[in-house]
């Protein structure tokens, strides 16, 4: 079992800078590939990015490529995801999953889920 609580997320202007967090208790950590996932209102749960056990290797969707950077550090069993020019569009609930599979988009690979962290960018 694994227990997933994000944190930093806010208001922001288009063009800024937030860095989530998401802090894991429970199993080993490093046990797990790490993604993160965007819902906005009215739309289907989205993937963002995911990153390997390890932290060596790392995917993104298209949309946030060049903008998002996820890392990890195991030690501190946490996972973060710092975004950059942040748009409108970037608005949603921001989640953390982890998965035993590395590179995968699809939700139904995610075992844990965190509740959620509000991220809006405003125009």
């Known amino acids: 079992q694994v227990q997933l609580v994000e944190s930093g997320g806010g208001l922001v202007q288009a063009g800024g800078s937030l860095r989530l967090s998401c802090a894991a208790s429970?199993?080993?950590?490093?046990?797990?590939?790490m993604g993160w996932f965007r819902q906005a209102p009215g739309k289907e749960r989205e993937f963002v990015a995911t990153?390997?056990?390890?932290?060596?290797?790392?995917y993104y969707t298209d949309s946030v490529k060049g903008r998002f950077t996820i890392s990890r550090d195991n030690a501190k069993k946490t996972v973060y995801l710092q975004m950059n020019s942040l748009k409108p569009e970037d608005t949603a609930v921001y989640y953390c999953?982890?998965?035993?599979?590395?590179?995968?988009?699809?939700?139904?690979?995610?075992?844990?889920w965190g509740q959620g962290t509000q991220v809006t960018v405003s125009s």
């Open positions: 999953a982890a998965s035993a599979h590395f590179g995968v988009a699809s939700r139904q690979a995610y075992d844990y």
């Open positions: 429970g199993r080993t950590f490093g046990a797990y590939a």
């Open positions: 990153i390997s056990w390890t932290g060596s290797s790392t």
